[in-house]
């Protein structure tokens, strides 16, 4: 079919009005908005430093132990060698080992705790959520419909999903809170022979680190503390040696996730102007659609005088 | 005097008699009651002797010349030979132990022998820290042993009886080696008797019972398949007493003697197992210890016996080592006081032999399995990947979208294109017209009309 220059123009400015008005309306969110997300008032959370860690795997054994899971020894059948966490591994020691001779570093991965959890937002149903005093993020099975959204919001891939089984369960790291209400530490905490990671209140843990960090001038990465507000802010604290996202902790900006999707949606209603030009742009489809069926049966009528049934 | 005996003894066991064990047992006792004279036999005068006054084992060692800086050095040697978990040597001080040993009298204890090999005893004779004349002359009163002594027939008989009789409800009886159930315990007598009515007569008088050796623990080697003569452990044939099993071939001595200490000192059998083993030397696995679990973690085995591996000294796993399922200090506490004298040590995979349903029941190289497993000392990268496309699912899916695209194809095929179906329908359209228009032309009419217009 030809497109004669008139068409072509009418079409580009039909489509190309809607584009350039998201993109105006767009733009202006591009500043995050820094809301402050409230810090639980009891919050508790772990402290990691990669730079004392020798990586003896004692948590990940005491992790399996303390949450009554058996060892993953789906690799060998002789050793606890998960490659990832998984659905019977909520805590995992991983190498950062770089080619070209730089300094290793280990890394202690499991839930981080988020302030602002990309997890709970995405579950449909609130079976990830997080306590309001604890601020540890925790599945409810009762909620759970299966839908693993959580394994695909998590920025960090923590939730892990049990693919095999008649009644699958998302697996996490709880930070032990049926240990906590016995008064007891977390399992990791409790073995880790360097104190590479210990337990407490955030604020405990974040001055600990900020204090690490004074007394080791250069020492540690960007002189910072992971978690600090990346993502919001998370319970769970990191220091390392080498760069986070080396480490498989990624650079996501001090805004969370949750909080960055909810600035798009809003912008994205905002004055209604995006779902009107959406209607506008319809309205014309379909207006030219008619008008090329009046065409035809108009045609049609002219061929065999009779007239169109519809 | 106690050490020419002790000197006697060790360079010369076999040849120590009956006799001399029990006299220098009675010694002290004889001292202090001032007794000189006594028959072939002994038993009246001795009866009367140990009924009279037992010696706590300080006054004993005191009675028998031996300082008090050699008792300390015993008690220290105990403090480092003897399992961890026991109340007794977890006692702060050497003078603690010292002073809890030293109160205690020296407990009798009756040894008998049924179908062994005397693996048990001859273990126990090659103890030498402390060795088998410490222990025999001074922490316990050995008054029956068949190995041990040099009487036989109605003067062993006799020495039996007026042992049970001396010290009744008393005693601790040891018993080395599997008993015959089958056809009434036929298929071993002693002195007339099946060896289980001798096993139950004298069980029945003492205070414990301790079943040395993995024989006497579940019937051991004798129990093996096909059992022909119904060999069975300890607990299985007396009933009412406490039993502790100390199964392995041989058990570790030390186990022997701490559970003896243990038990005269405090008063109490240590805590057990469900099996009736000590925890404090069963309670967890040879792997947990074995020094070449690094081999393990590290995943270096040795594949054959004399290969590179086997003579670096790499896990034996591979060949059958029974390490992680065998509840033994083996790995901790090796034999005969020689470092890296043990069955592990020596290059030769553990089979199993303190564990009823392992030893002579698993094949010997049989691999088992991992109850409790760790991790290894390899590490996982940070982004391991979702996992890899496999060919054959890209294939699978690949099939099937061709299949879905070629039966659309086809289908499509089926359905006349736009241009024929407008023409067709044109047709369609015009024969009807023709036939409105030639059947009523009034009614035909309009549209024509209307058309032409």
Known sequence: MDITRRELISTIAKAGVPAAVAVTVGAGSLQAETENIPVPSAAVGLL????????????????????????DTRGDALHQAP????????????????????????????????LDPACAAGCPFQALHKDPETGIVSWTAAECIGCRYCTITCPFHVPRFQWKGFNPRVTKCELCSHRLEKGLKPGCTTVCPTGAVIFGPRTVLLSEAKRRIKNSPGRYYQERVYGETDNGGTQCLYLARVPFDKLGLPELGPESVPARTLRWQRRLYQYFALP???YVGLVQVIRKSLKGHEHEAHEREKETGLRAQL | MRRTHALILLTNWRRATLGFVLSSSRLPTQVHEGISDYDSRGNAVRRKALMSKQPTIAEHLKASGVS????????????????????????????????????????????????????????????????????????????????????????????????????????VLVVEGAIPTRDDGVYMQMGGRPAVQVVREVAAQAAAVIAIGSCASWGGVPSADPNPTGAVGVDSVVSGKPIVNLPGCPPNPYNLLALVLEYVTMGRLPEMDEFSRPKFAYERVIHENCPRRAHFDAGRYAAAFG?????????????????????????????????GVWPIGIGAPCVGCTEKGVVWRMGTFETVPIHLATPPDTYPPIYSGAGGIKVGAAALVGAVAGAVGGATWVASQRFPSSAEAGVARVAVDRAHAEKLKASSGKQTDKPTDKKED
């Open chain 2, 68 to 171: 008090r800086r050699s008792f300390l050095q015993l008690c220290s040697v105990l403090m480092a030979t003897a399992p961890l978990g026991l109340a007794l040597t977890s006692k702060g001080s050497v003078q603690l132990v010292a002073q809890a040993i030293g109160k205690t009298k020296r407990p009798s204890v009756i040894w008998l022998h049924f179908q062994d090999c005397t693996g048990c005893t001859e273990t126990l004779l090659r103890t030498s820290a402390p060795d088998v004349a410490h222990l025999i002359l001074d922490v316990i009163s050995l008054d029956y042993h068949e190995t041990l002594m040099a009487a036989s027939g109605a003067q062993a008989e006799a020495a039996l009886r007026s042992a049970i009789a001396d010290n009744a409800g008393k005693y």
């Open chain 2, 307 to 339: 290969d590179e591996g086997h003579r670096k000294g790499w896990c034996l796993y591979k060949l059958g080592c029974k390490g992680p399922i065998t509840h033994a200090a083996c790995s901790t506490r090796h034999f005969n006081e020689i470092p």
């Open chain 1, 48 to 71: 990691y430093d990669a730079s004392i860690c020798i990586g003896c795997k004692a948590c990940e054994s005491a992790c399996a132990e303390a949450n009554d899971t058996p060892p």
């Open chain 1, 83 to 114: 490659t990832d966490l998984n659905d019977l591994t909520r805590n995992i020691i991983k190498l950062y080992k770089p080619e070209d001779g730089s300094p290793a570093s280990f890394v202690k991965r499991q839930c981080m705790h988020c």
């Open chain 1, 276 to 278: 009107a030009l959406l």
